[in-house]
């Protein structure tokens, strides 16, 4: 394995290069798997049958605390990379450990979410309303999950091996990902909880 | 008991009776083969987990050939049912079962591992790579395709087929109007395959991009090398629609929801909208790696240099672009208005454009070449008119008023068959026939394979071309009978005639086959068709490390160079050469998500969360595992290629 010193260690190998690159393509398709569940979003968002509309399920306080805490992991996954690229192993772990703990907390705030949903009679089965939202958001949710999982799984890898090129690509692709579920959760704050409650 | 009867198929009859004991004699035959003559354990090293390009397209091409004769059934069963008016050899259902596989089979699980395969076994030869940028996940790909395939191949033996159309509109499709699990097969069986093309797309972008020998700019590489990066690309772009809206129809029909249901908010055309937003895309996905294909066997055998190398790149671009903005025009009649239509009508006309352009490079090409009609050239050559044909009447199904005349009609089918039967499988029966000698070192049977493809194009215009006049008459596609007084019924049993022609030229290919293996000479040399492009100047068959030196290069003609200039291909001496090691993982999870699919289309939901669990349990495993790969000694290398008959040059 030749590496390449005068690149950031997550780059400095062929293999590391074309992970990355590959990363990024895989992004790509998500965006359009995204993008796929917005349109249809738009599409149903008045078809709300008998069910209620996003306006009257809607809270306000649950959301800012998901935003808040899901923009904050963002910039904690981009500080523990920062850490990475200074070659300090114990401060990365210290941010990724806070951005999954960011991640949970916004899980568990999404599920209490749902709960609600739940009780307020908004279930997959109301209305094609209700079903689009809530597979939209469940997707993202879901990828949450995994990232959580993912997560956790590159802590140990740092913990055990330290910084090598593999688990600094790993990180770093890692990172990527983090900052792509959180553009998603811009949009979907903006274009269904924004729009839906105005 | 109560357990098993959501296992019965809801529709029996004696053929299908059959076809279960047939499995299942196979199946034991297989196994007690592989037992008797102790092959388990090669099977398993040698091709289980092989993360070997070359391998893994070979079973791409297996699987592809044994999915062409199920389709290749489908529809002969269909042409005998409609060969004569009030025909009693299926019934309605039935009828709509085997329509529904033929369509599914041949895109999915025929044409689709084809083309994926010949990627896969040429790609990296042509741009003079060790493999593909993330082998592992190759392999993956490969076995994500055979469970969807598997499940999708089971469920007409277990719970019924599906039987709502390849295009599996809603609400047909709903559980309303489709009861039986056949329909959740067809969800998951396309989801699985799908997500293992999806990575496929994203392997190959990578490995074009950052794998390309010294020397091999963009614009220098060989046209099918091309084809297969801007086909991925398509891929990456179509797919997670089709995602998508599989996840919905499974929502619908196993949790409730309404999407495409006619109340509560659904809107059933939706499903037609988001099937197409990836479905047009996907015949693109197919014509361009063919259109590749072309290029290279028509540029071999004129033995001139590509005609309008660059137009060619730029039209293949063009269609792609296009693909993405033509989808209305399946369902021109569904009432989106004229606006609507007119755009699309135009878009759709203006492919013509490109694909006319790519028609008369190939036509100049061979302009003054000097011809050498090969079974890959006549089915090239055939290609050209034939396809035309076929070009010419979907510019006649884009005008959106005329369509109103044509939709839903034979002549649709006979259209889209006019496309894909010269257009894709020709194309993959010619690629197949060029590289045979690359993939097992000697030449399929030139006489056989002649009579083949006479047969299969005097069968292709006798089975297709009169359905062209039955639809304009008015024959509905995918009705299970006609009565005499329509008329239908010699023109039926023209195409019946032509369908037992092709059925004749297809089994002449698996002859072909078999007879080559004991009759063909071995000693074909490595360049047989004193070809052109890469993937010929490495040994043949090609060792497990593709090119002992990494070749440099200088045009798209890389081995014309160094045969006709004293181009030199191989600089340097040869050194160790790093290789990835064979997995488990890629079948094992494979195997996993097919219990998944399987038990997610029953609702069995304990052995669902079971197998989701243990999915994701192979990935953090895999995440664990430290896997560097393995390196071939220089002395190890060198000693294969005495053994291949000396060093390149």
């Not at chain 2, 196979?26 to 092959?39: C, D, H, N, Q």
């Not at chain 2, 990296?124 to 593909?132: E, H, K, T």
């Not at chain 2, 060619?312 to 399946?330: R, T």
């Not at chain 2, 049993?493 to 030229?505: T, V, Y």
Request: proline share 4%; glycine share 8%; with cysteine.
């Amino acid at each position: 394995m030749k590496i390449d010193h005068s690149q950031p260690l997550e780059y400095s190998t062929h293999k590391n290069e074309m992970n990355i690159l590959g990363f990024w393509i895989f992004l790509g398709a998500e965006i359009m798997l995204f993008a796929t569940l917005f349109t249809s979003y738009f599409i149903y968002e008045n078809r709300v049958g008998n069910g209620p509309s996003g306006a009257e399920i809607f809270e306000i306080t649950p959301v800012l605390i998901e935003t808040v805490v899901l923009l904050t992991s963002s910039f904690t996954i981009g500080l523990a990379i920062n850490a990475m690229r200074l070659n300090r192993p114990k401060a990365m772990l210290w941010f990724l450990g806070i951005t999954l703990i960011l991640g949970a907390t916004f899980l568990s705030v999404e599920i209490y979410e749902f709960v609600h949903y739940y009780h307020v009679g908004a279930t997959l089965q109301t209305s094609a309303f209700t079903g689009i939202l809530l597979t939209t958001l469940g997707t993202h949710g879901a990828h949450v999950t995994f990232g959580l999982f993912w997560g956790i799984a590159i802590f140990l890898q740092i913990k055990k091996h330290g910084l090598t090129p593999e688990t600094a690509n790993k990180s770093f692709n890692y990172s990527l990902y983090w900052h792509f579920l959180d553009v998603m959760w811009i949009f979907i704050f903006s274009f269904i909880y924004l729009k839906g409650m105005m | 008991m109560e357990f098993f009867e959501r296992f019965a198929i809801p529709h029996p009859d004696p053929m299908i009776y059959a076809s279960m004991v047939a499995i299942v004699l196979v199946s034991i035959a297989i196994v007690a083969g592989l037992t008797y003559f102790k092959k388990w354990g090669y099977l398993w090293d040698e091709w289980l987990t092989t993360t070997d390009h070359k391998r893994i397209g070979i079973m791409y091409l297996i699987s592809a050939l044994i999915m062409l004769f199920r389709g290749g059934a489908d529809a002969v069963m269909m042409r005998v049912q409609l060969s004569s008016p009030e025909m009693e050899f299926l019934n309605a259902q039935h009828y709509n079962e085997v329509f529904t596989t033929h369509g599914v089979v041949m895109i999915f699980f025929m044409a689709m591992p084809f083309v994926i395969g010949l990627m896969n076994y040429i790609v990296p030869l042509q741009i003079g790579a060790r493999d593909v940028a993330f082998p592992r996940l190759n392999a993956l790909s490969f076995w994500l395709f055979f469970a969807g395939a598997m499940l999708f191949n089971i469920s007409f033996v277990i719970g019924g087929s599906p039987d709502a159309g390849w295009t599996n509109y809603f609400p047909l499709a709903s559980n309303e109007f489709s009861q039986s699990v056949g329909v959740n097969y067809y969800m998951w069986a396309l989801q699985i395959s799908g997500i293992g093309t999806l990575m496929t797309g994203i392997n190959f972008i990578v490995t074009i991009f950052r794998m390309r020998a010294p020397g091999m700019k963009l614009m220098k590489m060989p046209l099918f090398t091309w084809s297969a990066l801007i086909t991925n690309v398509i891929i990456v772009f179509a797919f997670p629609v089709l995602t998508v809206a599989l996840l919905m129809g499974t929502f619908d029909r196993q949790f409730g929801t309404s999407f495409f249901a006619t109340g509560n908010g659904g809107m059933d055309m939706y499903w037609a909208n988001l099937f197409w937003v990836w479905g047009h895309p996907e015949v693109y996905i197919l014509i361009l790696p063919a259109f590749g294909i072309y290029s290279e066997i028509i540029s071999t055998f004129s033995e001139r240099n590509l005609y309008g190398y660059k137009s060619m790149v730029a039209s293949m671009v063009l269609i792609s672009l296009l693909s993405f903005f033509v989808w209305v025009h399946h369902f021109f009649t569904m009432g989106q208005g004229a606006l609507t239509n007119s755009i699309f009508s135009i878009t759709t006309m203006a492919i013509a454009i490109p694909t006319g352009i790519k028609i008369f490079n190939w036509l100049l090409t061979m302009w003054k070449g000097k011809i050498r009609f090969t079974v890959p050239m006549l089915y090239s050559v055939a290609f050209i008119p034939l396809f035309t044909v076929g070009g010419v009447t979907g510019v006649m199904l884009a005008m959106a008023s005329a369509d109103y005349q044509y939709h839903n009609t034979m002549f649709l089918v006979a259209h889209f068959h006019n496309t894909i039967i010269p257009g894709v499988v020709y194309a993959m029966l010619a690629g197949l026939t060029y590289w045979w000698p690359k993939m097992f070192g000697f030449i399929l049977n030139e006489r056989i394979g002649k009579w083949a493809f006479w047969f299969n194009v005097v069968g292709f215009v006798l089975a297709f071309f009169p359905m062209y006049i039955t639809g304009l008459d008015g024959q509905a596609r995918r009705m299970y009978t006609y009565s005499e007084s329509t008329g239908f019924g010699p023109l039926n049993m023209l195409s019946f005639a032509g369908a037992g022609l092709m059925a004749i030229a297809f089994i002449l290919i698996a002859y072909n086959i078999f007879y080559s293996i004991k009759n063909s000479p071995r000693n074909v040399g490595d360049d047989p068709w004193n070809a052109r492009s890469l993937e010929w100047a490495t040994h043949n068959p090609v060792p497990e490390y593709n090119f002992a030196i990494t070749p440099e290069v200088n045009s798209s003609q890389a081995l014309w160079d160094h045969k006709k200039k004293s181009h030199t291909l191989f600089k340097g001496k040869i050194d160790k050469i790093h290789m990835p090691n064979n997995s488990g993982i890629p079948i094992i999870m494979a195997g996993i998500l097919f219990v998944f699919g399987f038990s997610f289309v029953f609702s069995i939901w304990p052995a669902v969360i079971i197998a989701a669990i243990a999915f994701f349990s192979c990935m953090l495993y895999s995440s664990f595992e430290n896997d560097h790969g393995r390196y071939i000694s220089a002395e190890e290398v060198k000693e294969t290629e005495e053994k291949f008959g000396g060093a390149k040059k």
